[in-house]
Every structure is written in C-alpha cells, then in structure tokens.
C-alpha cells in the first residue's frame, strides 16, 4: 500500500467504483495490518521504538478519514487478478491550522491560570496585614463605642470633625514652619495620624486645638512683636580665654531655650590656624565661671584643624548639646554632639553654594572664609548663605535636628536681594534676618531686615552698634536673654535688644 494507491480485491467488474466509506474500511483494516506487521517484524531486544514508528499509527488514521466525511467514488481496474485504484490522501491531510488554534487556546488558558495563582497567593500574603490593621482599628474605636450606641457618632458630626482637623492641619503647619521643634513635630504627627485613620472624637480634636493654641501663644510670647528698635551699649566686655591673638571666632550663651543640658553655660570657640580653621572649643557651666576663666571644659570635635569635621570661619553656635558650624572646606552644616562625639552634617541647597571665601562677609574688609553663618533664635536654627544662583545675595535656610533618626536636615530655604559681601555680618531674631553694615573703627549698624514669615524687606534701619576695635569676626543672637553676642577681633562684646 502505497501513501496514495489501495489494493482491493476484484470486485464485480473492470472500472467498478466503491464508496468512499468502503474504501476508508478498506484502508483502515490494511493499515492495522501493516502495524501489527511492523510491530512483530521490529526488534525486540531491549531496543525502543522511535518516534517516527510510534507516530506511524497516527499518521496512516489520519489517511483513512475524510476532511468532512462526505463520500467519494473510486473507479478501479482489474490487473492481475486484483482491483487497482487512486486514491487522493491531500484531503486527508494533518488539520495544522485547527491544531494551532487549540494550542494556542491551551497556552492563553495556562497564562490565565498562572495569572489567579499569583493573585491568590499576594491576597494571601496580604489578609494577614489587613486583619491586622482591622483589629488594631477595631481597638482603637473601642473607647469611642458609646458614642455611636448613643447616637452622638452620626456621618454629619464626623464631617465636621474633619474640617476642624483640617484647619487644625493648616495652623499647625504655619507653625510649624517657624518652630519646627519637637513639639511642633510630635504635635504634626498625632493630628496626621487622627487625620488618617478618623479615630478623633469631639473631646480629642478640643485637645489638639488646645496645643495648637498652646503654641501660638508660646510663639507670640517668645516673638515680640514688631523689629528691634534699640540695642544697647555693651553690657559684656572680656578677652578671649585664648588671648586676643586668635582674632576669628565665635563666642555665646547656649541658645536652645527648651533644653535642660547646658542650660546655662557660656562657650568660646576660635579658629586656630590662620583664623580661618579650628577644632576645639571651650564650655563653661555658668556666667560667673566664664567671666572668671574658671571650671571650664575644653572640647576637640576633629582631631586636627584640617579634618573633614573641622570648622570653617566663624560659623559657630552651641545649640543644646550639640555645636553647629560650617565645616572644613565644604558646602556642609557640622553637628557635634557634646554627649557622644560624634558628627552629622548636611548639604545646603543652592546652586553654588558659596564656601572657602567664595562669599564671604565684607563691606569694608572681608572676613575670611565666613561663607556660612550658622544662627539660632526663638524658632530654630538657621543658616545664613549666598549662592551663584541666587547672584551672590543672601540666602536663608531654617535647619532642624531629627532626634529620632539622627539626621541633620534643611527644611525651608529663602532667597533675598541683599548682596552678602555688601554687609559686613548678620543674625537671626524670630524668624527675622538682621544685616549690619561698617560705619567705622568703633561703630556698626544694623541697616536691614528680611522677614522670612511675610518676605519683606526693610532697608529703613539705623541700629548702631559700638565696638572695641575694627573687625567683627561673628554676631550672634540669644532668644534666652535677647541679647546679641558679637566676637570683635579677640574682644568678646555683648548687648541687650529692645523691641
């Protein structure tokens, strides 16, 4: 039997057709006959089948049906005893294109399922943490339940408890900004998390605006009102512990005014090598121990005045525990930790930001390398600047301390139009950044104030301000006794503000 000829036997006569479903019996019955044939003539020691024997069976049914089962007429002729007939087996041919699309079928079926099993297995993973969160909801709404079976927890009452959280959010956030101390920041959270979970009720939200309130009154207490109208003659006037040859430095009280630590300790630091770098600094416990140069305790925050931690011109400010200054050649804020000596820093933002006597305080005579003024004030602490992008002016960043996760941040930047080496230094008072300018050998003024909460100028000012002699190394202002501390050439100067 050839792939497209049978061999029937003689049947009534020469040219005698035979219906197509007796052929296919025909074929059919042959076929099984050859494989059995094929099955018993191949080896059987041990040996396999290949595929394309095992195929075999397969491929001869597929000869023997029909593409759509209609019949077909055979004529035959009679040769040699036997009937001899064409048969036409392309219309028996493998079905490939429906093969294809089952296939296909399968692997998009395949592809859904593995799709639901990755489904399932993340909503698995998840509904322990949803029942979680479910159960931790469920006991913090427990201590308001008899709200809700007396009817005083209705959709309306929460909607208005949402728009007082709301404001709260807004006043807390004005604040904040100008603060930005612990508590603002503790604050900040409880009514962020009331916010998101709606676990507040009327008692709660009259606490957290009680706080807020707490605050305001706290700023405004803290913050006078209005500039500063008058300052004082000096009320302090001392050499340095170091001697009046380290004519650069930084000196003051402790400025934190919530802080137990150091509460009433004075400091001096100098810059050591060329008046322009240092590493160590000097503490004293009380005012009476710094006017008399006694009990003090000197403090080496780099182990050399050219290490990556040391400072960098007279930048200096002692805010709670911790001493915070420019450091070495760098566009850096130091915090050195008097507790546990160690030093975090952050980068300041700007484009250019001016170090290494890039931008430093001038007018008459440039102090080396005061690029970067560290303050501190009622509020915070603040870093006084100037960049290439902002051409050189002044530029204002409020800094903030992250006891919990160790780290120095930025938190708000301000850009003025006041050139920095146009004065010849400047200070923070509540939010408000003062400028002086030389007038000569004995006297300087205060001429100008930026406002950061509002963003004016005021170039009106005329406050002077005495001093030894010529140079002014740093001013500095305390919020604890409202006093300005100014480092005048190795004389250390102190006066009082009026508001």
Known sequence: LSADRAVFPPSSGEGASFPAHRVKERLRWRVWRLNLDALRLWPTCGSALSPAVKMLPFLLLLLTSTKDGHTQRVLGQNKDGSCHCEVNSTMWSFPALKYEAVLLQVQTCKGSLNSLQEQMLLSSNYLPQIQAQLVNVTARLQPFQYLHHQGLYTALSLRLLGQELSKLEIELSSIHTQLNNTQTQKLSKEVQQSAEYYLFSPIFVTFLR??????????????????????????????????????????????????????????????????????????????????????????????????????????????????????????????????????????????????????????????????????????????????????????VSRLAWDGEAQTLNVTQTWETKLFKKAVSNAFMVCGVMYATRYLDEYSEEVFYAFDTATGKEDNSLALPLEKVVKGVASLSYNPVNKRIYMYNDGYLLAYQTYF
């Open 210 to 395: 009680g706080c807020v309130y707490t605050l305001m009154l706290g700023q405004q207490r803290y913050c006078l009102k209005g500039l500063i109208t008058n300052i004082s003659e000096p009320i302090t006037t001392k050499i340095s512990p170091y001697g009046k040859s380290y004519i650069s430095g930084s000196w003051g009280r402790q400025a934190q005014m919530d802080t137990e630590g150091e509460k009433d300790s004075y400091w001096v630091q100098p810059l050591i090598s060329s008046h322009i770098w240092g590493n160590i600094f000097r503490v004293y416990q009380t005012y009476e121990d710094f006017m008399a140069s006694v009990k003090h305790r000197d403090y080496t925050f780099a182990p050399s005045h050219s290490h990556a931690n040391a400072i960098e011109g007279p930048s200096g400010v002692l805010y709670g525990e911790a001493l915070y200054y420019n450091c070495y050649r760098s566009a850096d804020v130091c915090r050195y930790d008097l507790k546990t000596n160690t030093v975090k820093r952050v980068t300041l933002p700007g484009t250019g930001v001016g170090f290494n006597n890039k931008f430093p305080y001038c007018y008459y005579d440039c102090r080396l390398n005061s690029d970067v003024d560290v303050e501190a004030d009622e509020t915070g602490l603040w870093v006084l600047y100037a960049t290439v992008g902002n051409h050189g002016n002044l530029v």
